[in-house]
Each structure stands twice: as C-alpha cells, then as structure tokens.
C-alpha cells in the first residue's frame, strides 16, 4: 500500500501563493455568485497541477454549497434537477476521457475548455431556459467541470435570464451537487484519494476568509468589472498553460 504524504505542501512559498490564489478565487465567488474555479484552475494547473481536478472541484464544491445556502430560497429546483441529470452524463464522458489521455493532450485539453469557458460568458448568448437547454448546459458542465474544476459557465449561459439572487443560488446548487459526484466518480477511477483530500483541506480557512469578506463589500464592487477582469486572466492562464506545454 503507498504511503501517503500528510504534508501535502512541502514548499511554504507554494502554499503561500495557493492561500492567496484561493482567498482570492473565494472573494470572487462571493462577490458574483461563480468564478471560483474558474479564477483559481489555470494558474492551479500551471504551478500546482495536484490540485486540478480533485482539489478545486472539493473547494469549488463547498464554497458553492455556501453560495446556495446564503440564498437557498431563490433556488428554482426545476432548472436544477435538469442541470443536474445532464452534469451526471457529462462526468461519465470526462472520466473516459481521463483514462484514455495522456498528460500533454489533457494540458491543450484543459486549456482549450478553460478559453472556451471564456468565450462563453463573454459571448453573451441569448439561451432560453427550457429544459433541454438546462439539460444540455449540464451535460458541458460535466465534461468541463470533470476534467478542469470550471463547470460554471455553461450553466451561467443557460441561466442568465434568472434573477440575479436565483441565477446564484441555482448555480451553486448544481455545482456543489455536480461536483460530489464529479468526486464520486475520480475516485472510483483512481483520480482522487486521500492525498488530493489533504491539499483541499489545508486550503479551506482561506477559502472561507476569502467568501467571508465578499459578504461585507459585495454591493460595493462592481461586478461587471471583476467579470471582465476574470475573463481577462483566465485567457492570459490558459494561454500561459499551453506555452508551458509546448
């Protein structure tokens, strides 16, 4: 049986700049009701790649669940149960997919989806929401979230008719639904133990730090600032991956 490293950050200058990424990713989140992983995934991927998926989907997941339960009753379960069944499809196709792959074609893979994601909220589609377009969203979510930790997007897109407080709610009730299972199922593929549960856990008081503070200045931002902000550093990470790659 190998042994497991209960020291998962050996480096206290790595840690220190996970903190922050994370503190950061988690103001966001709070202050927009999604960008988490989206934030935090791409540069993730470039310094500390043991936190992609496994980790950030489990700190992605929690940070979720507490942006669903700080507006629960804004949730329309509808669009959620919807969601819900296509993200269990698109997990099953992003498990195959990581056990087929090696790990340079899964770095221009995880890149591209992470430009992707970008494309999609800044397209400014004009979806309605019925129920085969949730479903669908879903499905992208699943393979996106699975694969990279950012499975938001698709379901922003879908959704963005909603009220703002329900837009936040439902989205993270999906996501933190979405991503139990997207972590049921690594495990069960050998994608996510022990070690990658350790990472998470040493990261968690920033992420709560960080999802406190956005509760006391979040109407005070702007959020379509911190949006294009985000946009814009997610596509220079993703870029900088592929750089890294080559």
């Known amino acids: ?24 990713s988690a103001f966001v989140q709070g202050v927009g009701g999604v960008g988490f992983t989206m934030f935090a995934a791409p540069v993730a991927a470039i310094v500390c790649p043991e936190l992609v998926p496994g980790p950030l989907l489990t700190l992605g997941g929690f940070v979720t669940l507490l942006t669903a339960i700080r507006e629960s009753r804004h949730i329309v379960w509808r669009s959620a149960g919807s969601a819900l069944a296509g993200r269990a499809a698109g997990t099953v196709i992003a498990v195959f997919a990581l056990a087929q792959l090696a790990q340079r074609p899964l770095n221009f893979l995880f890149a591209g989806l992470i430009i992707l994601a970008v494309v999609l909220s800044a397209a400014g589609l004009r979806i309605a929401a019925t129920r085969t377009n949730v479903g669908l969203a879903g499905v992208v979510s699943g393979v996106m979230g699975t694969l990279t930790s950012v499975g938001a997007p698709p379901l922003v897109i879908a959704l963005q008719h909603s009220a703002p407080p329900a837009l936040r709610a439902t989205t993270g009730a999906i996501l933190f639904c979405g991503s ?57 990470s993703a870029v900088g991956l592929v750089i890294k790659t080559l």
């Open 1 to 24: 049986m190998p042994a497991i490293d209960l020291l998962p950050f050996t480096d206290p200058w790595l840690y220190a700049l996970m903190a922050v990424l994370i503190l950061g």
């Open 180 to 236: 139990t299972f997207s972590l049921l199922m690594l495990g069960l593929a050998g994608h996510y133990g022990l070690h990658e549960f350790l990472l998470s856990a040493t990261l968690v008081p920033f992420m709560l730090l960080g999802f406190w503070c956005s509760g006391h200045i979040r109407q005070r931002v702007s959020q379509t600032a911190i949006r294009r902000g985000l946009l814009l550093f997610c596509a220079l």
